[in-house]
C-alpha cells in the first residue's frame, strides 16, 4: 500500500514569501504530525493531530506557521513571512491511534530552501 | 518531560564486526522507545520499538536493543556490520502516559560509518 506522500518534495522561495507544505497521511491513519528536521540534527515536533483538529500546537515556532486538516485526512503546513531560519526539511508522519502503541510512519520530507 | 542523548555523534565500525550505538533517556513517565534509520534522502524508517513488553527487542536487519531502565538506556546493537548499515540513526523517545500530543522526541542523531 501506499506510505505518506509529502509535496513537493524540494521548495525554494524568497525571504518574506508564503509556503504550503502538503501531507498525504496513509489511509485511515487518524493521527498526523508535522515534524522539521534541521541541518545535522534530528527531527523536532511541530504540531498534532487527531482526526480534524490540533490535537497539540505546541511546537510550532511562532505565529507565522500554521497547519490545518480539514477533511481529517490531507494537512497542509503553511508559513508566513518565511525567513532564512526556516530553512530545513519538513516531515510529515501518520499513524493508528491504537491504545499502548505509537508508531509513527514517515513520508520522505519537503526540503525548503529560503532565500 | 522527555529527553533523549545520544552519546556518539559519528560511530566509526569495520564491515563483519559488531555495531552498538549509544542512547539514555529521560522521562517522567514509562516510556516507548523506538530507534529510527535515516538513509541519505530517504524518508525515516522504523528499525525496532519498546513498548513495555519484552525488554530485548529484536527489529529489522539484524538490529536489536536492550532497554534497562535502572540504566535508563536503550543502547542499539548489531552483532556484524554491513555496507549498507552506513546511515544515520536517532534513538526515539513517546511519553504516552504523560498526556499531550504523542509527538515523539529525537536525539541529535548517530552517524554510522561503516569501514570496507
Known amino acids: ?30 493521527a498526523l504530525y508535522w515534524y522539521r528536521q534541521s541541518l545535522g540534527q534530528g527531527p523536532e515536533f511541530l504540531i498534532y493531530f487527531q482526526g480534524t483538529g490540533a490535537a497539540d500546537d505546541s511546537g510550532l515556532p511562532n505565529d ?9 485526512s490531507v ?17 510529515c508522519a501518520s499513524s493508528l491511534k491504537v491504545a499502548g502503541v505509537n508508531e509513527q510512519f514517515f513520508g520522505p520530507g519537503t526540503r525548503l530552501t529560503v532565500l | 518531560a522527555q529527553s533523549v542523548t545520544q552519546l556518539d555523534s559519528h560511530v566509526s565500525v569495520s564491515e563483519g564486526t559488531p555495531v552498538l550505538l549509544r542512547c539514555n533517556y529521560s522521562s517522567s513517565y514509562s516510556p516507548s522507545l523506538f530507534w529510527y534509520v535515516q538513509h541519505p534522502n ?13 525488554t530485548l527487542v529484536k527489529g529489522i536487519n539484524g538490529f536489536e536493543a536492550e532497554f534497562k531502565k535502572s540504566e535508563t538506556s536503550f543502547h542499539l546493537t548489531k552483532p556484524s556490520a554491513h555496507m549498507s548499515d552506513a546511515a544515520e540513526y536517532f534513538c ?25
Do not use: W
Not at chain 2, 530517504?42 to 519484552?54: D, E, H, P
Open chain 1, 1 to 30: 500500500g501506499a506510505g505518506v506522500s509529502q509535496t513537493p518534495s524540494n521548495k525554494v522561495t524568497e525571504k518574506g514569501k508564503y509556503v504550503e507544505l502538503r501531507c498525504d497521511p496513509i489511509s485511515g491513519h487518524t
Open chain 1, 64 to 72: 507565522r506557521f500554521f497547519a490545518v486538516r480539514p477533511e481529517g
Open chain 1, 75 to 91: 494537512s497542509t503546513l503553511k508559513i508566513q513571512r518565511t525567513e532564512r531560519g526556516d530553512s530545513a526539511v519538513y516531515l
Open chain 2, 42 to 54: 530517504k524518508g525515516l524508517q522504523l528499525l525496532l520499538k519498546y513498548t513495555s513488553a519484552a
Open chain 2, 92 to 116: 526515539v523517545v513517546s511519553d504516552r502516559a504523560g498526556g499531550g500530543a504523542d509527538g515523539l522526541t529525537f536525539g541529535k542523531g548517530t552517524h554510522l560509518i561503516i569501514q570496507p
